[in-house]
Every structure is written in C-alpha cells, then in structure tokens.
C-alpha cells in the first residue's frame, strides 16, 4: 500500500471529521498508504479518545486541532502550520430526522462549514478535495441499481445540504478550473476496523440498522424494530448496500490518487461524482441473521409499521468507480458482522 513516489509536500492531507466514524478509519487508511493526515474536528458527535485509538493502530501521533469548521480563522492557522496538498471532507451533521426537526442548524453548519473551507483552501492555494456526499441525495429513485445519472431529488435537509455542497465544489471549478473536486456518494457505511479499536460509535440512540443490531447483540437494548416486512422484496423487509467503512475508507484513496493524477495534467478535469457501494443488497433480515450467526447472540426483534421515507431497495451502480478509480469493495457480509461485532463486544458503550 506504501506509495513511496509522494514527497513531503503531496503527502499532507486535512481530514475533517477526522476523529468521526468514517473519517477515524479514512486516516488510519491513509496512514497505511504513506500520507500524513492532519486532523480537525469540533468532537460534537466524536470523542478525542478515538485519537488514541488510531495511535496504538498506526504506532503514531496525529496532529489534531479540536476546531469548529466555521472557524475559518482558526482553520486558516492549520494550512500555516502544516504542509497540505489536499482535503478529505467529512465534517457534518448527518442523522436525517433531526435534520428535519432542525433544518437551520443542518444547513448552517455542513454549508458553512463547507463555504469555510473553501475560502482558507483558496487563499491558502489548496485546490485538491473530496467531499463525503450521501446515496440520501437520490431520495426514491425508481430505478435500481442507482447510477450517478440518476437525478438527485433529496428529501430532507440532510441530502439537500449534500446537494447543494456538491453544487458549490462544482461552481467553484466553474471558476477556476485548476480545482480538482471528487463528490463520493457513499451508500451504507458498517463495520470497523478488524483491530476492534475504532468503530461506529453513535451519541444517544442510533437510527441506522447496524448499531442498533450490534446494541441488541451487546446487551444495550432489548429488541430490534424491523420497519416493515411487506415490501416487494425476497422477506419483505428492505433492501439496502451496506460497505464495510475500510472498504468504504480504500475507496478514498482511490479517489486522491485519482486527483493527484488529473491534477499533474494541464487539461481542465470537470468534477467527479462517484457512487462507493458494493452493488449489492441485503434485507434487514439477512443481515439479522448474519449477524447472529457471527456473534453467537439471539436478536430478538418485532416487525412494525413502516418507518415514513424509507423506500423498498437501494443499491448502487459501481460501474463508475470501477472505471474511474480502479476500486471496488473486497469485503463480505461476513467481514461486516464480524468486524462491527468486535468493535462492539470490546466497547460495549463506545469510545471511553
Ligand atoms: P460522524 O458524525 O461520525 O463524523 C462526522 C464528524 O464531523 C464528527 O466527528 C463531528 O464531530 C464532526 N463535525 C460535525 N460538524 C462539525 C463542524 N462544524 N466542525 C468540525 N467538525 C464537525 O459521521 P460519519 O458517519 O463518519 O460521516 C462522515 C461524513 O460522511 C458526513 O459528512 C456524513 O454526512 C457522510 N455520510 C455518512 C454516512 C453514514 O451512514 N455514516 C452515509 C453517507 C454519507
Ligand atoms: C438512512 C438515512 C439515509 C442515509 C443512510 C446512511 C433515513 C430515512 N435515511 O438510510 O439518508 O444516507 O441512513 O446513513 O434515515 N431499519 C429497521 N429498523 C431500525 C432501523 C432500520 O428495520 O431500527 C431498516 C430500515 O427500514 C432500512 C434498513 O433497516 O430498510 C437500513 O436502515 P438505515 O440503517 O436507517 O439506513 P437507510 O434507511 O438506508
């Protein structure tokens, strides 16, 4: 994994979001592919001891600036102090439903943040970024797979802050096209890094699938609720492409290299916008059971009503990160249960 073509300079990445889910494993990641990431998060959904975690796995200490995105100031100090040729963005508010409840505080802090950013980047002459958009941005599309050409009509807060994030990356290429901008719509990020380290470690009660099975699982929680079991799917429960996050985390490299090579070539390189999922998709059942079936734990769990917005079935089309990148996901659903299963039986409550 070792690129041992990067000089000193090429190596520095800004990870924001850096002590979050996905972003804890993108920099181990990194680490591993020979790049120095710089990390910057305002710990509002993340605690510093993820830091540590990604010490003991990596055998090094990483710089960490515990700054609010919005802080352009503040940020504009970390592009002085370090060396940075691009940036991973992964800073924001994600959880849909409060995104409804509060659609202010969604649009002000993954906008702003995102706008910030952007002014230091510019002024600082740092004009490589790849921004963590959402599968959400499609809301209910009709046709499965999802590909990239299909039109995005979010329907919520949250996707509409990714939508118009993207869209402001793509306008600021419009204005210099020595920018070079790749927009990853992730699908359903699970799993942890199989040291059992870091992992997923949601604040206050999870709304994805994964934790809260895990949390069942653990002991936490009683019992699962199944949102429905009469869609037109093989169970009737919904289908959805869940990725193991390192998969999800190599698929980041990927895309730097991709840019790193465009951004060597004179000729101007219009914005990416690349699906990472595996294409394939699991019900809520088998993925219950697969994970019984790892952990060696009963999920109790009840159907209920349908939960309001879901849809039936979800996959990507990864034609385009195959053809753009060279990546696809090599990890199963066993790799999945049993990772978030590790992380989980070893952190019953998370990070300490
Ligand atoms: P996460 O909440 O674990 O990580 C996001 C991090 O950003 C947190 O550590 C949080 O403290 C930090 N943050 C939020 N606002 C900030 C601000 N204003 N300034 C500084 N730091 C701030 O979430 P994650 O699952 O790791 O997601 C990372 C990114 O990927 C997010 O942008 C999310 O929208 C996107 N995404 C996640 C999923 C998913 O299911 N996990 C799916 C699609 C897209
Ligand atoms: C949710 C978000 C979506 C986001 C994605 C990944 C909503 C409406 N959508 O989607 O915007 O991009 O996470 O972060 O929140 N399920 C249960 N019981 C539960 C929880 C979930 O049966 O307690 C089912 C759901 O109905 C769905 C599947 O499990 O069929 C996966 O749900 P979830 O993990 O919330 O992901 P998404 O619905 O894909």
Redesign the pocket.
Known sequence: MKDHRLNDTEKGVLVTGGTGYIGSHAVVTLIAAGYNPVIVDNLSNSKVSALERISKITKKKLPFYKIDMRDSAALDKVFQKHPIASVIHFAGL????ESVAEPLRYYENNIQSAISLCFVMAKRGVKKIIFSS???VYGDASIIPISENCFPEP??P??RSKIIIEQILQDIHVADPAWRVILLR????VGAHQSGLIGEDPQGT???????ISQVAVGRRKR?????DD?PTTDG????D?IHVMDLAEGHIAALKQIEKTALKKSTQKPMIINLGTGRGY??ME?LHAFEEVSGKKIPYRI?K???????A?YADTTLARKLLGWKARRGLVDMCADAWRWQSRNPQGYP
């Open positions: 994600k959880a849909v439903g959402s599968a959400a329907t919520n949250y996707a992730y699908f359903n990020p999870p709304n994805n699938l994964m934790p809260l699962i609720n199944i949102f429905g869609y429960t919904g289908v959805r869940y019900t809520v993925m209920t349908r939960r309001p917005g879901d849809i039936a979800c």
